[in-house]
């Protein structure tokens, strides 16, 4: 059972460092632009209509409504709608990816101590 467990060492030892630099390998290339990266968050912009000028709010609905537009414009104009999705997808791209790397270095750490045995 010796040889057999060697050989599983090396096999698993193997499979963690594929796992690992795969991993960095995918990560290089979405933080270069090379590939997009996975799209878990998606949304879907909106469009703000432009209040007409000369109609004055008279019920406080209407009020309500206009302050709600003009701040929706406000802020697609301080921070535009495709940056939100973007940053969440990147956070947990580099979740995944540190949880793959984990996982790999745990399995090439088993493989070692197969093939210590």
């Given at each position: 059972m010796g040889?057999?467990?060697?050989?599983?060492?090396w096999v698993l030892l193997l499979a963690g460092?594929?796992?690992?630099g795969w991993t960095l390998?995918?990560?290089?290339?979405?933080?270069?632009?090379?590939?997009?990266?996975p799209e878990i968050f998606i949304i879907?912009?909106?469009?703000?209509q432009v209040p007409t000028k000369g109609k004055i709010p008279t019920s406080p609905?209407?009020?309500?409504?206009?302050i709600g537009k003009m701040l929706g414009e406000q802020l697609t104009g301080?921070?535009?709608?495709d940056v939100l999705p973007?940053?969440?997808?990147?956070?947990?791209?580099a979740m995944l990816?540190?949880?793959l790397i984990f996982g790999g270095s745990q399995i090439s750490n088993l493989g070692i101590k197969l093939i210590k045995k």
């Amino acid at each position: 059972m010796g040889s057999e467990a060697k050989i599983f060492g090396w096999v698993l030892l193997l499979a963690g460092v594929v796992i690992i630099g795969w991993t960095l390998y995918f990560s290089y290339n979405i933080f270069t632009g090379k590939t997009a990266v996975p799209e878990i968050f998606i949304i879907e912009a909106k469009e703000v209509q432009v209040p007409t000028k000369g109609k004055i709010p008279t019920s406080p609905t209407e009020i309500q409504e206009q302050i709600g537009k003009m701040l929706g414009e406000q802020l697609t104009g301080i921070l535009p709608t495709d940056v939100l999705p973007k940053m969440l997808n990147l956070g947990v791209w580099a979740m995944l990816a540190g949880l793959l790397i984990f996982g790999g270095s745990q399995i090439s750490n088993l493989g070692i101590k197969l093939i210590k045995k």
